[in-house]
């Protein structure tokens, strides 16, 4: 059996909580900036952080009665008060779960239920949301207001006092615990802290168990690759979001690690996000490819001053060559030199496994770089044997940063985890003589839209409670003009090949819009079918479908 590992030197990984690890292990002033709300400028330093957190988690034992392993939910697009949620949880010994703020009542019940949540912490235009889930689930009104807290940090506290809700604010003022949750070293390596949702290969979204011991070992692994970064001078744009793996680790904890400020924009807007780059002379910035496009294209690049920016780096989706020649050309015409690189990973890998240094950004451009230390990889072909030297395998991931398995899920935990402790990525890659990875296909069925994942089989069925349509296949198709793949549904109508109506395809589309979040609705279209190709086994033949969008 073949087994890589990485050509960078094994690393230290600390067993503790994640509390000691960013607070006390990762030595740095507590007078630093942690955090700035970019629209206002309002900044939280470390010890703001930290005091914010300790009063947090004295609030949510004493007044929400949450306990050591409960899980909250946090439903908020990025903002001041989320990092202050998220440590506050932490600091209390509890879990989060961290939903998609765009989700509708349906999607959000589904993620509450299967978490086991007990509290959902929502910004203040999303108290509705949270409102139609519980009257979904059916629970009581007066329960429902109990589990609910408006996560707000210098607002107006409107939404709070009209709707007779717990805010973030009330629940700060009381007191303070005295010291954070302690974990031993055995429990730091036990229990989940993070609770993300990801379809992994097949099927709906499932709950992936995140450990402290993941997370330290996360950033332990992507210090040596980012080693420039450097508190005093560095500064990330927190513009992706946070309820994502990729934000939480690499723009919430990650930046505490390393002592570097962020500052935090609610969403992308092109205009913002440049005026923003200008505003904090931001150096570094975690992007998606979709971002990158926005830099060769919109004309708020030559409007503002960016030569403070050196260093992007890509995750979630494949970023092209062409788009990060086009990207560097652009910004060096307005004074900016930078490095573009990739990273790349999954939720279920807490999430990074590959970076790619920023020393051979220009050399590699395209591959996804080196595997980082302390882990190992595979690249299996079908019958789970050695891919050969220099050919494409299925990448499978070896090391401190696999989840602990799906939340109560064994049986898709075994799918994906071999009982040597191999995790099986879906995503097929290669690697060159030097160690540097290239992804060249996937295999599993998820698709990617603007690096947000789309599960084919949530969407399929939603679609299935559709009166007309007996069966369907959601696929994603390319669309390089705006660097993501877009999910297309290929639909049967009950009336069979011809009897379907002209309007049937948009009445498709509106269905979809009514019950799923924006990132799911069937850019790609909805094209009718006679029937869906299927194996003697009734498994979609995705492959199949995939051809017939290519050859259109
Ligand atoms: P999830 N190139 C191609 N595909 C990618 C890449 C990449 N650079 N990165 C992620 N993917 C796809 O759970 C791949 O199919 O996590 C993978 O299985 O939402 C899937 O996305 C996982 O999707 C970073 C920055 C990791 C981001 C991430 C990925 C978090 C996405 C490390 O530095």
């Known amino acids: 059996m073949t087994i890589y590992t990485s050509p960078l030197p094994s690393v230290d990984i600390p067993s503790e909580s994640i509390w000691t690890f960013l607070f006390n292990t990762c030595k740095h002033d507590l007078a630093l900036p942690a955090y700035i709300d970019a629209p206002t400028g309002r900044t939280l330093t470390r010890a703001d952080v930290r005091a914010l957190s300790l009063q947090f988690a004295y609030g949510a034992r004493s007044r929400l009665r949450i306990a050591r392993g409960d899980t909250a939910m946090i439903f908020s697009p990025n903002s001041l008060a989320w990092p202050v949620a998220l440590l506050g949880l932490v600091a209390a010994g509890a879990r989060a779960t961290l939903a998609n703020s765009a989700y509708t009542p349906p999607e959000l019940a589904y993620q509450y239920t299967d978490s086991g ?12 949301v949270v409102r139609e889930m519980f009257k979904l689930l059916k629970v009581p009104e007066e329960e429902a207001q109990a589990r609910l807290v408006v996560l707000e940090l210098g607002g107006t506290g409107d939404v709070a006092r009209k709707e007779g809700l717990l805010a973030l604010e009330s629940l700060l003022g009381t007191g303070a615990l005295e010291s954070e949750e302690k974990f031993t070293a055995e429990q730091a390596a036990n229990e989940t802290l993070l609770l993300c949702y990801s379809s992994g290969t097949t099927g709906k979204p499932k709950g992936v168990e995140t450990t402290h011991r993941n997370l330290i070992s996360v950033m332990a692994i992507i210090k040596p690759v980012q080693l420039q970064l450097q508190p005093g001078k560095d500064v990330l744009l927190g513009v992706l979001p946070f309820y994502h793996i990729y934000g939480v680790v690499k723009l919430v904890l990650y930046p505490l690690s390393a002592g570097i400020p962020v500052a935090i924009m609610p969403k992308f807007d092109a205009e913002q996000f440049c005026r923003n780059i200008e505003r904090y002379r931001v150096t570094t910035i975690w992007v998606v490819p979709p971002i990158i496009l926005a830099l060769v294209h919109h004309p708020a690049v030559m409007k503002y001053n960016m030569t403070s920016l050196c260093y992007l780096s890509s995750g979630a989706a494949p970023l092209g060559a062409a788009m990060v ?21 999954l939720t279920e890998t807490s999430p990074v496994t590959h970076l790619l240094p920023r020393a051979h950004a220009q050399r590699k451009v395209g591959s996804i770089g080196i595997l980082l230390p302390n882990l190992e990889a595979r690249l299996v072909v079908d019958d789970e044997s050695d891919a050969k030297e220099g050919e494409p395998g299925e990448l499978w991931v070896r090391g401190p940063v696999v989840m602990k398995g799906y939340l109560n899920n064994p049986s898709a935990t075994a799918n994906a985890i071999t009982p040597d402790g191999w995790f099986k990525t879906g995503d097929v890659a290669v690697v060159d003589s030097e160690g540097f990875y290239q992804i060249v296909d996937r295999k599993k069925e998820l698709i990617k839209y603007k690096g947000f994942q789309v599960p084919p089989a949530e969407l399929e069925s939603v679609l299935l409670q559709h009166p007309d349509i007996v069966d369907v296949a959601v696929i994603g198709i390319d669309d390089p003009a705006q660097a993501t793949e877009l999910p297309r549904a290929y639909v049967a109508h009950k009336a069979g090949p011809s009897g379907a109506p002209p309007s049937f395809p948009k009445d498709v589309e509106a269905w979809i819009k009514s019950r799923v979040a924006k990132h799911k609705y069937l850019r790609g279209g909805v094209v009718v079918i006679d029937a869906i190709p299927k194996s003697a086994a009734g498994k979609i033949l995705r492959r199949q479908l995939r051809d017939l969008a290519k050859a259109e």
Request: charged share 20%; hydrophobic share 50%.
């Open 325 to 345: 020649s086009a990207a560097i050309k652009r910004l060096k015409s307005v004074g900016a030199t930078v490095d573009i690189a990739q990273g790349y990973g």
């Open 117 to 128: 949540a007990r509290v959902v912490f929502a910004h203040p235009d999303l108290v509705g």
